[in-house]
């Protein structure tokens, strides 16, 4: 199974559709989106595909994004922190705007991975034994690129697509 991984989108339309489009071309089934959506009406655009999100600290309309969320499919999530199983890997994701907890997570060993967003920076680095991604942003107001991650859970592959 492949996840896409995206964080920060901050309601960049235009990015967001490119990003579901390189998803469906690569075989993605689920969504991970790390936070800061933003527009609660943007969850649209991710109707065809399962979806975990987690809350980040630009998501002031939590319980429509909630509503909406559910709406799509009774398979996706919502929540602050989801910590569970993806085909068969441990995973734990949050935005990561509390600081500390990223290393919380990935230090207590029980985590395949744990993705994040909020710092607007690609990262792809193992602590101990789980792997911890920031698929970069998405949207935003900085100049930085916009990016997402692709994981393929049966060969633990990490690509980086870079949305121009």
């Known amino acids: 199974m492949k996840l896409g991984i995206l964080s920060d989108t901050h309601n960049n339309i235009t990015n967001i559709l490119l990003a579901v489009e390189i998803f469906r071309q690569n075989g993605v089934e689920t969504i991970i989106h790390c936070g800061d959506l933003t527009d609660p009406d943007s969850i649209w655009l991710f109707a065809d595909f399962r979806l975990i ?14 509503m909406n969320i559910q709406s799509l499919n009774l398979d ?12 068969g890997k441990s995973i734990a994701v949050v935005h990561g705007h509390v600081p500390g907890y990223i290393y919380d997570l ?12 909020h710092t607007h920076v690609q990262r792809h680095e193992k602590i101990g034994t789980t792997t911890v991604i920031n698929p970069g942003p998405l949207g935003g107001k900085n100049a930085q690129s ?3 991650c692709i994981i ?11 949305i121009s």
Do not use: E
Not at 53 to 66: C, E, Y
Not at 106 to 117: E, N, S
């Open 53 to 66: 999100f987690v809350f980040g600290n630009m998501d002031f309309s939590s319980a429509t994004i909630t």
């Open 76 to 87: 996706n999530v919502a929540v602050n922190i989801f910590q569970g199983q993806v085909d």
């Open 106 to 117: 990935a230090r207590k060993g029980t985590f395949d991975y744990v993705f994040h967003g």
């Open 146 to 148: 916009a990016s997402v």
């Open 152 to 162: 393929d859970l049966s060969t633990d592959q990490v690509v980086f697509i870079n």
